[in-house]
C-alpha cells in the first residue's frame, strides 16, 4: 500500500510545530508573535532554512513576504500557491496563521519526499503581519504584496509602544517608502489557484465527529474602527443628580442594549452579521466616584454582505445620533477601516472537494467568519478556497489547542489538490 501523507509526513510536521514553539512563547501565557517583530522574523528565517534543505527557490518581496517556489515541469504556467501568516495576537494561540504556513511546507515537503514535479510551480508563501491587534490594521503583508497600503495605514500606532508600523518595518529591514508603491509585488495573474488552510476559530467543525475538514464557501467582511469616543462630562459621583449628569458609561451601555437588539431583528430577518464591541477604556481620571467623562471603545460589524455592513454601521451612527441628543453626550468616530467580504472561487472549491474525495478524507462546506489573506487575494480576482481545521478553545486566545491528526487530514487534502490540479478529469 502506497504511504499516505498524513501518516509519512506525520512527524515532520510535528517538528516544524514544535520548532516554532520553543522559540515563541510569551514570557506570560501563550506565544505572541508581533508582526515585523523579532520572532516573527524567526518565523521566516526558520522557514527559509527548510527551502534550502528542500532545494527550494526562495524570494523576499519588498514588504517581507517570504515565497517558496517548488519549480514545475512548465515554468510559464501560473503557479499554484498556498500559505498563511506567520504573525499571532499577543498572548495568543500557536495555530491561527501558522498552521497555513506549515501546511504549505509540509505539501512541498511530501512532493519531494515521495519524488512528485508537478506540472506547474507549486509557491509557499508566508505573509507578514496579518493581525490587526498589534496595529490596528489588519493583513499587512497581504495588503503591500497588491500595493494596497496607505500612508495612515503606515502611520497607526503599536498598542502599547510608542512606535509607528513604518518604524517598526524600517527595525525589521525593510523601507516603508517601498513597500507604500502601489504595484503589487508579484504578478498576480501568475497565480492560477490560491488555497490557505486554517484553523476554523470556531466550534462548527470540532463538533463533528466524521468531517474534521471543512472547504470554505465565503468570507465575510468586516467594517471596523479601532478608538471611536463617547464624550460626556466628569464630575463627582456624589454631587451631581440623574437630570444634570452626562455619563458616558451610561450612554455606552444604551447604545449596546440598542444594538444588541437590532442585531437580534436583524439575524431573525437572515441577515449574515456578527457584531462586535470588545474593547473600552474609560478616561485617564476615571475612579470610583468620578461619573466618567469620557470612554473609548472599538467596533467590528462582520458579515458575507457589504449591504448587510453598510446599512448595520448607518444603523450604529443613528443610534449613537439619537443617545447623543438624549444624553447630552458626543460621539466622535475614527476612521472606518474596511475589509472587503470575498468568495471563493467556485470550480477550485470543487476541486478542493474532490481532491478530499480521492484522498478518502470527509469534508464539509462552511463560511468563514474571519476574514483572512485569502480574502484579499479574492478580491483581486485570484481564484481563491481555504481548507479550515477544526480546532479546540476558539482562536485568538492562549488556550487555542489543534489536533495534529486532524491538521494532518487538512494538509493531506491540500497536497492532494495540489498533487491532481493539472490531472485530466
Ligand atoms: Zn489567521
Sequence with gaps: MTERLRDGALDFARQVFDDIYAFSQDPVIGVSRQGYGPIENKVHEYIKDWGRKLNLEEK??????????????????????????????????????????????????????????????????????????????????????????????????????????????????????????????????????????????????????????????????????????????TAHSGAVNKEFRHDAVMAMGHLLVNMDKHWDEWLARGEDLVFTMGVFKTGVSSAIAIIPGEVTFSIDIRSLSRDTLIRFHKLLEAECAVIATDRGVKFEFDRLLVCEEASVDPALAAHLTKAAKIAGIPVMPIPSGAGHDSAVLANLGVPVTMIFVANQNGSHNPHEQMKLEDFMLGTEVLATAIMTYDQKE
Excluded at 506549515?102 to 506540472?119: D, I, K, N, S, Y
Excluded at 462548527?204 to 469616543?229: M, P, Q, W, Y
Design 60 to 233: 523576499v518581496d519588498r514588504a517581507g513576504n517570504l515565497f517558496l517556489t517548488l519549480p514545475g515541469k512548465n515554468r510559464d504556467l501560473p503557479c499554484y500557491m498556498t500559505g498563511s501568516h506567520g504573525d499571532s495576537v499577543p498572548q495568543g494561540g500557536h495555530y491561527d496563521g501558522l498552521a497555513g504556513v506549515v501546511a504549505g511546507l509540509t505539501a512541498l515537503w511530501w512532493m519531494r519526499h515521495v519524488h512528485f514535479q508537478p506540472e506547474r510551480d507549486v509557491v509557499l508563501v508566508v505573509f507578514r503581519m496579518e493581525e490587526s491587534s498589534w496595529f490596528g490594521k489588519a493583513y499587512v503583508g497581504s495588503l503591500a504584496m497588491t500595493g494596497q497600503l496607505t500612508p495612515e495605514d503606515l502611520a497607526l500606532k503599536h498598542r502599547n509602544k510608542d512606535q509607528t508600523l513604518a518604524e517598526a518595518m524600517r527595525e525589521a529591514g525593510f523601507d516603508p517608502k517601498e513597500i507604500l508603491r502601489k504595484d503589487p509585488t508579484i504578478d498576480l495573474k501568475h497565480i492560477a489557484a490560491f488555497t490557505e488552510l486554517h484553523i476554523e476559530q470556531g466550534p462548527t467543525l470540532d463538533s463533528r465527529s466524521k468531517e474534521r475538514v471543512g472547504i470554505v464557501t465565503g468570507i465575510r467582511g468586516n467594517f471596523r474602527h479601532k478608538a471611536c469616543k463617547c464624550i460626556g462630562v
